[in-house]
């Protein structure tokens, strides 16, 4: 799978905040969501490319990946399980 062709069902823009910030508004979204969908969360916090893998892990949530988008920030795909 693409990672450029996920269709979000929602998107969460964490840019510019910094730790913990992004991984906190992460977590508050994704316990509104419900089974199967994929939640986009937008980031410029270089600490994220750990942190966010790791709490899906330990949390039992499908990290879909990231990849550094041309506009100097980071996009993270998450789905729920």
Do not use: W
Request: hydrophobic share 30%; with cysteine; glycine share 6%.
């Amino acid at each position: 799978m693409n990672l450029e062709d996920i269709q979000a069902d929602e998107v969460l823009n964490a840019r510019g905040l910094s730790c913990p910030m992004p991984l906190l508004k992460m977590k508050k979204t994704l316990k509104g969501m419900k089974k199967e969908q994929i939640l986009e969360v937008l980031g410029t916090d270089p600490g994220s490319k750990n942190d966010i893998p790791n709490y899906c892990e330990k949390h039992n949530y499908n990290f879909l990946g990231y990849y550094d988008d041309q506009e100097n920030f980071t996009r993270y795909y998450i789905q729920i399980q």
